[in-house]
């Protein structure tokens, strides 16, 4: 079935409860947030957090993005896109344009697509060679070993939705004026070469999922549900991580950790 098989089935739950599951997590997540920010609790900067996210297109991880951090202040989250690298940071190694962006101690970033695109789009469209996306691999892993190793909480998500609900929501884009600008002829053509982008996710996956850099799959087909889970899993990783280290999260230990 692979990694990807368990994130097809229908999700069985009410838009309601889905908001109101939403709505607790990102009051536990505000919380978390504010204790490693250093702002409640003991009053010291706690470690770095990345969210990370990949996925289909049309695949919501904006509408997630847009969930995690909406209670949280604007000053304490960066979010940072990435698309294409620029034909200047085409000069350096493919991991230097996301080093700037990386949270300090306290701080937290959100990365809508990240160095991830190497072992994906520039492996099925031809812009890696096949020795560059191989090599990687151990690549990433080393790099993501290397800042865990230094603290930081590392989250990542690949967003996982349906060709069927995928071209639903393409054909939606296309027919409102004001969100037709997310759909491009890419990704049409991207749509056109999903069995090898497939190929490429399991590798992905298979290859880059270790103990303190986990993936977590999320099925997308449905928004509501999609949301609160990622919102759930950035809590649940968070005080379990947080705990390990000896932090007393007090109240926070009362609103359970719902895991999906």
Same mark, same amino acid.
């Given at each position: 079935?692979? %990694?990807?098989?368990?994130?097809?089935?229908?999700?069985?739950?009410?838009?309601?409860?889905?908001?109101?599951?939403?709505?607790?997590?990102?009051? @536990?997540?505000?919380?978390?947030? +504010?204790?490693? #920010?250093?702002?409640?609790?003991?009053?010291?900067?706690?470690?770095? +957090? !990345?969210?990370?996210?990949?996925?289909?297109?049309?695949?919501?991880?904006?509408?997630?993005?847009?969930?995690?951090?909406?209670?949280?202040?604007?000053? %304490?989250? @960066?979010?940072?896109?990435?698309?294409?690298?620029?034909?200047?940071?085409? @000069? %350096?190694h493919f991991l230097q344009r996301f080093w700037s962006v990386l949270p300090g101690n306290g701080g937290m970033t959100v990365l809508d697509r990240s160095w991830y695109g190497r072992v994906l789009v520039e492996r099925v469209e031809g812009f890696a060679t096949t020795e560059q996306w191989k090599r990687a691999y151990d690549e990433i892993v080393e790099f993501e070993r290397t800042?865990?190793?230094? #603290?930081?909480?590392?989250?990542?998500?690949?967003? $996982?939705?349906?060709?069927?609900?995928?071209?639903?929501?393409?054909?939606?884009?296309?027919? =409102?004026?004001?969100?037709?600008?997310?759909?491009?002829?890419?990704?049409?053509?991207?749509?056109? *070469?999903?069995?090898?982008?497939?190929?490429?996710?399991? =590798?992905?996956?298979?290859?880059?999922?270790?103990?303190?850099? @986990?993936? *977590?799959?999320?099925? #997308?087909?449905? *928004?509501?549900?999609?949301?609160?889970?990622?919102?759930? %899993?950035? !809590? $649940?990783?968070?005080?379990?991580?947080?705990?390990?280290?000896?932090?007393?999260?007090?109240?926070?230990?009362?609103?359970?950790?719902? $895991?999906?």
């Amino acid at each position: 079935m692979g %990694h990807l098989g368990s994130a097809t089935a229908p999700v069985d739950i009410s838009k309601k409860k889905a908001e109101e599951r939403l709505a607790a997590a990102q009051e @536990r997540l505000l919380r978390l947030r +504010l204790l490693l #920010g250093g702002q409640i609790g003991e009053k010291e900067i706690g470690p770095p +957090l !990345c969210v990370l996210f990949e996925g289909w297109d049309a695949s919501g991880k904006g509408g997630a993005i847009k969930r995690l951090v909406s209670m949280i202040d604007p000053r %304490h989250v @960066r979010v940072s896109q990435f698309a294409a690298p620029t034909y200047d940071e085409k @000069r %350096h190694h493919f991991l230097q344009r996301f080093w700037s962006v990386l949270p300090g101690n306290g701080g937290m970033t959100v990365l809508d697509r990240s160095w991830y695109g190497r072992v994906l789009v520039e492996r099925v469209e031809g812009f890696a060679t096949t020795e560059q996306w191989k090599r990687a691999y151990d690549e990433i892993v080393e790099f993501e070993r290397t800042l865990t190793a230094e #603290g930081m909480i590392l989250v990542k998500f690949w967003m $996982h939705v349906s060709p069927e609900e995928q071209l639903r929501r393409f054909e939606s884009r296309k027919n =409102d004026p004001l969100r037709s600008w997310k759909l491009t002829d890419e990704d049409w053509r991207n749509r056109e *070469k999903r069995p090898q982008y497939e190929a490429a996710i399991e =590798d992905m996956i298979e290859r880059t999922d270790r103990p303190r850099a @986990r993936w *977590k799959v999320v099925p #997308g087909d449905s *928004k509501p549900y999609a949301r609160l889970a990622v919102a759930e %899993h950035v !809590c $649940h990783v968070l005080e379990t991580r947080l705990k390990k280290r000896g932090y007393d999260l007090g109240p926070a230990d009362q609103l359970g950790n719902p $895991h999906p």
